[in-house]
Structure formats: structure tokens, C-alpha cells
């Protein structure tokens, strides 16, 4: 995805613009889950996806991004519309293989109801887009799924033998916090920020 960043005016446009890349399956960087309406009632009219190739939503305290990248609000919804031709949804890798393995029988419906055929794993697999699933299954050329990057963050046994999580505070330095508050990157960006103290685990 190209790098966007889209100025609102409203706190309903802020959330609808959140709500097409939440659905995409993209989040917040450094900073809580949600809509986080702190940030608009402070000011921010600026949201960005994919910025300097970081897959993860933005923000811009002063709105001071003067990018060519700068869309409004309406010229954002009008590129959704084209968009949604085509719906993308993103899985596991096991997800996608057992999605994948359905769609090549012969009748991929019957496939995954039928004991002898793929049932027992979708039965034991948890899907949040079940719905979809079977219409792809069914033919509609309209979805398709992708595997969401895996995702990494650096936790630690304090003093008091909690775990904690590195995150980045407000100034822009480490800090430490808890599971949602957790700086989280892929793989190869989380390493540039380990040291002895913190491990490495996946994200769920």
C-alpha cells in the first residue's frame, strides 16, 4: 500500500477513516488500541498508513505533514469506493493454508462440513471473518486473503515479578508498560531496540 495521509475536520470523519484500516487489519504504532479521540480533542486533523514503509496508522500532533501524500477526507472515501471491488482480509499462515487447501477440492463448501474431508481443523481454527470465508469459498472473486506480518515486542521480569513491556512514551524514548501499551514491529525493527534486559516474543 502507498503511503497516505488523510486531514479530516470531525471526529466522525477521524473515525471512519480508522474504520477502513482497522478492517484492513492495520493498527497504532506506539499507542493504545481504538479510535483514541484524546488525540482529536488535542488537535490532530492528520491520520497516516504506511508512512516511511512502516505498516501501522499515524498521527500528527501540530499537523504538520505537507507531503504530496496529503489527501482530504472526501478524495479518501472516493478511493474507497474503488477499493472495495475488492475486500482483503488478513489471517494467519496456517489460516490462509487451511483456507487454501478447501478452495483447491472439488466442492470446497462440502469440504469443510464433511468429517472425512477438512471439518475437524476448521472446527479447532478460530476465524473473525467467518462469513467471508464462505463466500470465498463459494466463488466470490470479490475477497481476498493475505497473511498479516507477524509482529514482535520486548517484555521483562520487573522487580516485583511482573512482566512489563517496552514501550515508546510521548517523548519519543523507551519506557516500559503494559501489554497494550506495547511497542510492537516486525521482526527485524524490534531488534535494533533489544537489549540484555528484554526478550523477544510474539505478538497474538
Known amino acids: 500500500m502507498t503511503e497516505t495521509v ?15 484500516w482497522f478492517e484492513q487489519g492495520y493498527d497504532w504504532a506506539y499507542v493504545n488500541k481504538g479510535y483514541m479521540e484524546e488525540l482529536f480533542y488535542d488537535g490532530s486533523r492528520q491520520l497516516g498508513l504506511n508512512i516511511h514503509g512502516e505498516d501501522e496508522i499515524s498521527f ?39 483456507i487454501e487447501s478447501a478452495k483447491g477440492l472439488n466442492y470446497p463448501l462440502t469440504g469443510i462440513t464433511a468429517p472425512e474431508n477438512l471439518q475437524k481443523e476448521f472446527d479447532k481454527t478460530h476465524f473473525d471473518n467467518e462469513k467471508e470465508i464462505l463466500r470465498y469459498l463459494g466463488g466470490d472473486e470479490t475477497i481476498e486473503f ?28 523507551p519506557d516500559w508498560g503494559c501489554a497494550n501499551d506495547a511497542f510492537t514491529a516486525p521482526l527485524e525493527e524490534i531488534k535494533k531496540w533489544q537489549t540484555p534486559a528484554w526478550e523477544i516474543e510474539k505478538v497474538d
Open 6 to 20: 488523510v486531514h479530516v475536520t470531525t471526529l466522525e470523519q477521524w473515525k471512519s477513516v480508522l474504520d477502513v
Open 146 to 173: 493475505k497473511v498479516k506480518e507477524q509482529l514482535y515486542r520486548l517484555s521483562r521480569i520487573d522487580d516485583a515479578g511482573d512482566r512489563v513491556y517496552m514501550r515508546i512514551n510521548g517523548f519519543g524514548t
Open 60 to 98: 500528527w500532533s501540530f499537523n504538520s505533514y505537507i507531503g504530496d501524500n496529503l489527501i482530504e477526507y472526501s478524495e479518501f472515501m472516493e478511493q474507497q469506493k474503488e477499493d472495495n471491488k475488492m475486500a482483503t482480509y488478513y489471517v494467519t499462515q496456517e489460516q490462509l493454508d487451511l
